[in-house]
């Protein structure tokens, strides 16, 4: 690092601001921190580039990066954090509030974005050679608040007061052509830091801008609509993360969406390499790894093929075996059903020619397939272009030599069922690589006061670059350490409850249990499970006061798909559930619901350190890994989960002693199916129909929508193809109370809670990013550490 730090700030700060640095206001002085930050591994940042270039590269394609606030995450890898702490207090202000006025970049949606943050920073920790390539939203998914309990939503301007840590480089345009438009794709360059490395990589973000700005002789002639058409048609293209697609015409921006990103971003690589290594692509994969985030970055594939055969005169065969050897995919669900298709009426309409490529691949596969003796049936099934729709799942796992699932359970059910017939076929293709979260923001950052405790029992901060060493650390547990961690946790909880009371004027008693569950909303989540727990304590408390129960907090954050009625619907109801607990004076101090509005990263940050209880209660089978439940392991919240996803190799790591597991197993559900009613479980299991039928006997308020009426039809009654309460909510509701229940009693013994605290902390090192992108780099993208 080049200039001092603090002297950069003030410059900066004077620059943004136009006034004395002790005059500019926090934002100001955010704005200038950052910069200064920039200022600072510029070179690093440029070195890195031009080494890595010349080498081997892989690339990670994703349609969202949830990266998280920046400034913060930076100057704890650059070790800055206490001069920018002297720094800040020369502005006359305290950093504490000037990292608040940093906007969330809405880059990302839910673990998908989560995750693809969390492996870059351990690829740029690690020194690997790896570029994320994705796009800069304007307004990312939505704002999200709540109008008499209901979500509704509103932009989220992120960008507005301008951004430094990303880097317009006009100089990197890339023409990307539709059949319809022409798109300038405007590089938009994030710096991704590593923990004590010179290494700086980078996130490549695409910006739609159209090729003129406006007609100016329709705006002349007072056309004025007309004059700006073609603007706004591009600029739709990185306005939102993910439009609305319950449409034909959202259907359509969609996909043209992820071809924009795809296009720009292959552009970028061939030119990298006919610069470095000239036009004999023949060696294009020993340079080059492709990473397919999920099935959204597919369209890649048929656009590697059109920019090597049109724009570069290679034949089929050949282009094809570079195609091959280049791109990895990793599936991200276990439902067949799930996987996306496209209407080839949308190919037709946006991209022609690549549409040709994509039939051309179908064509081959189907003729390589019938020398394989496949009957027609399972050609049919598989082939990548059937039934008017184009199979992005099996354009992948064709054109791919690795396909990964991202937990061991998950990674099993694809190669059994949702992506079986390709098992069979080439069971080479298939590995596991169960995902990771990065411990620099998920505990070293979000929570000093554990990673200090941490760095004293260790002896160093190493374990921030390798969390496996928090394993040889587990007979330091005794009862001064286990005092230290409650301690910990309460001063975390009270800094949550006040964080709560200036952000959504709720008030929290950290003295109660914090049970938590946060993730994205949909039915397979089973928040619905969760609430009506939550409606059964207090009907148990209602019915019988002298009921011994320890004081509780329920903390619920999730956003819902703005097309998704039913999570919607789930949204109303536990918000209504709150104003009825919240405001009975015979509850109120045993229980309280809260739901964090507009959950995204930043306030992740201060519920995961401050949970007691981790909840992760997907439908066995359904939930690919998950990624929060290693977050709360890794800060020493309790796992209360079905095993499902990672909760099954969480598990394996600390036993069942140090986890609360309940509820029906993958494997035994089948056989469950075939005599479970719904019904019966209403009828039978004590307090249950009193929960549902508060849905609507007039307990609670939908305010005539119908979204509760709707949301009990689905547990009684099928839903087109799905059986009733196809999330088995009521068949594993039993079993979840009493895990739930047996588990706030164990919270008394507050020494053995503890106890199992510190056996969860040490064993998270199984679940670092760091490891995750350790075995893809080894096992899948085949890169080397390239420190500069």
Known sequence: MIHDYTQASFSHVRAIAG????????????????????????????????????????????????????????????????????????????????????????LGNGGLGRLAACFLDSCATQDLPVVGYGILYRYGLFKQLFEHGFQTEHPDPWMEEGYPFVIRHEEGERLVTYADLKVRAIPYDMPITGYSTNNVNTLRLWRAEPVREFDYDAFNSQRFTEAIVERERTNDISRVLYPNDTTYEGKLLRVRQQYFFVSASLQDIVENYVTHHGTDFSDFAQYNCIQLNDTHPVLAIPELMRLLMDEHGLGWEETWKIVSETFAYTNHTVLAEALETWEISIFDRLFPRIMEIVWEIDRRFRDEMRERGLDHDRIE????????????????????????????????????????????????????????VTPRRWLNQCNPRLAALLTEVTGSDEWVRDLDLLK?????GNDELYDRLNAIKHANKVDFAAWMKQRQDVDINPEAIFDVQIKRLHEYKRQLMNIFYVLDLYFRIKDNPSLKVPPRVFIFGAKAAPGYFRAKAIIKLINEVACLVNNDPDTNDLLNVVFVENYNVSPAERIIPAADISEQISTAGKEASGTSNMKFMMNGALTLGTLDGANVEILDSVG?????????????????????????????????????????????????????????????????????????????????????????????????????????????????????????ANEVWKVEPTAI
Not at 89 to 105: M, T, V
Not at 398 to 405: F, K, L
Request: charged residues 25%.
């Open 19 to 106: 006034k004395p640095a002790r005059d500019a206001t926090t934002m100001e002085g955010w704005q200038g921190l950052s910069a200064a930050v920039v200022d600072q591994i510029a070179s690093d940042w440029f070195k890195t580039a031009a080494t890595y270039d010349k080498g081997r590269r892989q690339h990670y394609f994703s349609a969202e990066f949830l990266m998280g606030r920046a400034l913060l995450n930076n100057l704890s890898n650059l070790g800055l954090l206490e001069k920018a702490e002297e720094t800040a207090r020369q502005f006359g202000h305290e950093l504490s509030d000037i990292l608040e006025q940093e906007p969330d970049a809405a």
């Open 381 to 436: 099934y598989m082939a990548p272009v059937s039934h008017g729709r184009v199979h992005m799942a099996w354009i992948a796992c064709y054109a791919s030599y690795s396909i990964n699932g991202v937990a061991a359970l998950h990674t099993e059910i694809i190669k059994r069922e949702t992506l079986g017939e390709w098992h069979e076929l080439w069971p080479e293709k298939f590995n596991n690589k169960t995902n990771g």
């Open 472 to 476: 040889n650390y587990e007979d330091a």
């Open 656 to 776: 069942h002693d140090n986890a609360y597991i309940f509820g029906a197993k993958e494997e035994e559900l089948p056989e469950l199916r075939k005599t479970y009613n719904p019904h019966d479980a209403y009828e039978t299991v004590p307090g249950l129909k009193r929960v549902i039928d508060s849905m609507t006997d007039g307990t609670l308020n939908d305010e005539d929508s119908g979204m509760f009426a709707d949301l009990v039809n689905s547990l009684f009654h099928p839903q087109g193809a799905d059986p009733a309460d196809v999330y088995y909510v009521l068949g594993d509701f039993d079993a979840y109370r009493t895990a739930r229940d047996k588990m706030a009693n164990d919270y008394a013994d507050r020494k053995q809670w503890a106890k199992m605290c510190w056996k969860n902390i040490v064993e998270s090192g199984r679940f670092s990013s760091d490891r995750t992108i350790r075995d893809y």
